[in-house]
């Protein structure tokens, strides 16, 4: 599928205007990619190696953009988890621009401030992705974008046309993830495809109150939040969880390792009190 710029939303517009794509991953693997997603070519000055020197100063800038999203959340990527598990095995896909183009505050917070620092790359965002052995299946393993400290300019949507073009460049058929229930990016995940839950409490992981998931990718889907016009569904259901609703949370993984099935379908943010989950049953 190709997108040309009309097909876009304006708010998609202007970050394809803005910004550029760029990747970073070992070479063995560009064969395997899709390097202009939806039409949309990654430049070869944007293809960055993480074995090369030449790549420091733009993986310094991932690992600002992870200190600043995950670093309160005790998520905080060691380097060589990033090298290990996904710059070098998968890959590492966002937008982003030359210091020089970025605010202030951008160019403070990912310490490019310096007149030297101009041609510096600056990644605005990220979804790092790992395949799995499983044929055409690939796990999301972060995503993340500067909007959280980019105050004198904002990109709206910028996380979400990071994912949704890196599903693409990934060439991925399922994508699989992990995710607490009170995140704020369940939005994002959600207008991008169908997400089937694997299980609902999760010991295995830092933080036991995380789901694990599956979208089954649909190109129709996962551009639909990138077209105007877009709108998510307000009401509908069979069941619901609130963050941090331990019970609940507990009850729903016991069923699914019964055997049921449940697809998130909707997210109410609620005034002052955590978000609620709402789920349709497959049956
Ligand atoms: C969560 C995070 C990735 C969001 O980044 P962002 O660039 O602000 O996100 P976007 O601008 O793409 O999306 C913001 C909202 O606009 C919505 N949106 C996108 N396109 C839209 C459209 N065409 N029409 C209406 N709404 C739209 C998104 O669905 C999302 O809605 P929600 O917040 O109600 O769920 C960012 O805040 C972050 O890095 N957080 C810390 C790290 C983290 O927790 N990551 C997620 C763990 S997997």
């Not at 190709?2 to 803005?18: E, M, S, V």
């Not at 095995?89 to 160019?107: E, L, Q, T």
């Not at 055997?259 to 609620?276: C, K, N, S, T, V």
Request: charged share 25%; proline share 6%.
């Amino acid at each position: 599928m190709k997108l040309a710029r009309d097909d876009f939303d304006p708010r998609y517009q202007h970050i394809l205007d803005t910004c550029t794509p760029y990747l970073l991953t070992y070479p063995g693997n560009l064969g395997a990619l899709d390097r202009a997603p939806f039409g949309w070519d990654i430049a070869a000055e944007n293809t960055f190696d993480p074995t090369r020197l030449s790549s420091r100063r733009v993986v310094d800038g991932l690992h600002h953009l992870d200190a600043f999203s995950f670093g309160d959340q005790e998520m905080l990527m060691p380097r060589w988890v990033l090298f290990d598990c996904g710059e070098f095995p998968g890959i590492v896909f966002g937008f982003g621009r030359r210091a020089k183009d970025c605010p202030p505050d951008v160019r403070a917070a990912y310490r490019v401030a310096g007149d030297d620092d101009d041609d510096v790359y600056v990644p605005l965002s990220m979804w790092v992705a790992i395949r799995c052995a499983e044929d055409g299946a690939w796990f999301g393993h972060n995503l993340s974008s500067a909007n959280l400290v980019s105050h004198q300019e904002k990109l709206p949507g910028l996380a979400t046309i990071t994912k949704s073009f890196g599903v693409k460049v990934a060439q991925v058929s399922t994508q699989y993830g992990a995710t607490q229930w009170d995140s704020s990016s369940l939005g994002i995940h959600l207008s991008l495809g169908a997400m089937t839950l694997m299980c609902a409490y999760t010991p295995a992981h830092t933080h036991d109150e995380t789901f694990a998931y599956r979208i089954d990718v649909d190109d129709d889907r996962l551009t639909a939040p990138l077209r105007p016009g877009f709108a998510r569904p307000a009401s509908g259901g069979d069941r619901h969880i609130d963050a941090g609703d331990t019970e609940a949370i507990r009850g729903l993984h016991t069923d699914i390792e019964s055997g049921a099935r449940y697809e998130l379908f909707r997210i109410e943010r609620r005034d002052h009190q955590p978000q609620r989950l709402w789920l349709k049953a497959h049956h």
